[in-house]
């Protein structure tokens, strides 16, 4: 199950420069630690040592913050695209 | 209707449905058109507030000083404003805003310093804070943090929207400071249990999100997750096809991010289609498109207009 996942550019020393990366798993933690595993280092940018998504990153799944669907729990199916930006300002 | 003066004309503003774009009579589309308020966005309302609240608290006094970061309408209603009530404005705006915002700035007398525009409104907050700690006599509203933005639409916005559609069964509004979401998602929480609040976010180029580390993210103050049902974000492909529908179709001339809140909307509209309820779904029409005619936004294909805003804070 092979799961599109978009790297912001500050995260990108960790893909060799990709804008997108493949991963698979059936929950948001599981394609964490499936990225992980190929681009080591990323899961500790993205989830706190309370395990926990770091509070400046924000990840949404077809363009909906996990953080309103189930966070790390959010389950993954075939064809989701994964985006990962850090918080800006708006306004 | 009759006022004293421009700003006693802010807020009232109408909510006019959308009887092409609405999916069925059963599923309904409304917009609360802040493009109507003073200066044309729905930020006067928190400008306003804000002053009044540092003038009750007696921070300001004729000749004063107030500093504020922000990438174009807040600073315009707050220049307004002030102009009326004798404070001197200094706008820190990021480098990548439309030329017609700043054009308006320094017409209504505010003074700008730019910041960089990789890190976007990021780098806008970094530098007003380095100022007003290097100026201690000014005045910084902060309008990230300052309850009296979140206020205003509890005050204003909310009880507004309750009047004109008792049977809102949704609010979908912008993300910026997240004071417009919170005021009026709070307000209509209280008086709708039930209600759907959806924040739609610009998603914006590469360039903005360049922060150096992702401890330099921010999330404002006034932010409370618990307020809203949902959060979306939204390209700007999306965001200009929704901003010329809604003129094309409903004659709605918005600037850009409306078109992504209506983006947010029609989604939930869908979901509601689907499932076979009835809703009536308010949005917010932030601003008219005026403003961001030089973004190329309005002109040539869609391809063209999303590649002409690549690097621009076009919310």
């Known amino acids: 199950m092979a799961i599109e996942v978009r790297i912001p550019t500050i995260l990108r020393t960790y893909t060799g420069g990709e804008k997108a990366?493949?991963?698979?798993?059936?929950?948001?933690?599981?394609?964490?630690?499936?990225?992980?595993?190929?681009h080591a280092g990323i899961k500790g940018r993205l989830i706190t040592e309370e395990g926990k998504l770091h509070r400046f990153v924000n990840v949404y799944v077809n363009d909906e913050d996990v953080r309103f669907l189930g966070s790390l729990e959010t389950p993954l199916k075939d064809g989701d695209s994964v985006t990962v930006l850090p918080a800006v300002a708006g306004g | 209707?009759?006022?004293?003066?421009?700003?006693?004309?802010?807020?009232?503003?109408p909510l006019v449905g959308l009887p092409r774009l609405s999916p069925s009579p059963d599923v309904r589309l409304w917009a609360k058109i802040e493009s109507n308020n003073p200066t044309g966005s729905v930020k006067d309302r928190a400008a306003l507030y804000m002053i009044t609240a540092a003038e009750k608290e007696g921070l300001l006094r004729p000749g004063v000083?107030?500093?504020?970061?922000?990438?174009?309408?807040?600073?315009?209603?707050l220049a307004m404003v002030c102009r009326q009530r004798g404070y001197r404005l200094i706008c820190v705006m990021p480098e990548n805003t439309s030329v017609e915002r700043r054009q308006l700035l320094t017409m209504y007398g505010a003074e700008i310093v730019t910041s960089p525009a990789a890190g976007g409104s990021n780098q806008a907050v970094a530098v007003a804070k380095q100022l007003a700690s290097e100026n201690p006599d000014w005045v910084m509203l902060y309008q990230y943090g300052n309850p009296a933005n979140a206020q205003a639409h509890y005050e204003t916005t909310g009880p507004e929207i309750i009047e004109d559609?008792?049977?809102?069964?949704?609010?979908?509004?912008?993300?910026?400071?997240?004071?417009?979401?919170?005021?009026?998602?709070?307000?209509?929480?209280?008086?709708?249990?039930?209600?759907?609040?959806?924040?739609?976010?610009?998603?914006?180029?590469?360039l903005v999100y360049?922060?150096?580390?992702?401890?330099?993210?921010?999330?404002?103050?006034?932010?409370?997750?618990?307020?809203l049902t949902s959060r979306f974000s939204v390209g700007p492909r999306e965001a200009l096809r929704r901003t010329r529908q809604l003129v094309e179709e409903e004659g709605i001339f918005a600037g850009i991010s409306t078109g992504a809140i209506l983006h947010a909307a029609l989604g939930e509209a869908m979901k509601c289609v689907q499932a076979g309820q009835t809703a009536d779904i308010a949005f917010v029409v932030c601003d008219g498109g005026w403003k961001y005619l030089s973004t190329g936004a309005y002109a040539g294909t869609l391809e063209e207009a999303e590649a002409a805003l690549e690097g621009q804070l076009w919310a």
């Open chain 1, 21 to 38: 990366v493949e991963a698979k798993g059936d929950t948001l933690e599981g394609l964490i630690d499936d990225l992980d595993s190929r």
């Open chain 2, 1 to 13: 209707m009759r006022y004293d003066s421009l700003i006693e004309s802010l807020g009232r503003t």
């Open chain 2, 65 to 77: 000083t107030i500093l504020e970061p922000t990438s174009g309408n807040t600073g315009i209603s």
């Open chain 2, 165 to 206: 559609l008792p049977e809102i069964t949704h609010f979908v509004a912008g993300l910026g400071t997240t004071g417009t979401l919170m005021g009026t998602g709070r307000y209509l929480r209280e008086h709708r249990p039930g209600v759907r609040i959806i924040a739609a976010e610009p998603r914006y180029g590469e």
């Open chain 2, 210 to 227: 360049g922060l150096r580390n992702i401890d330099e993210g921010f999330v404002p103050e006034l932010y409370d997750a618990s307020v």
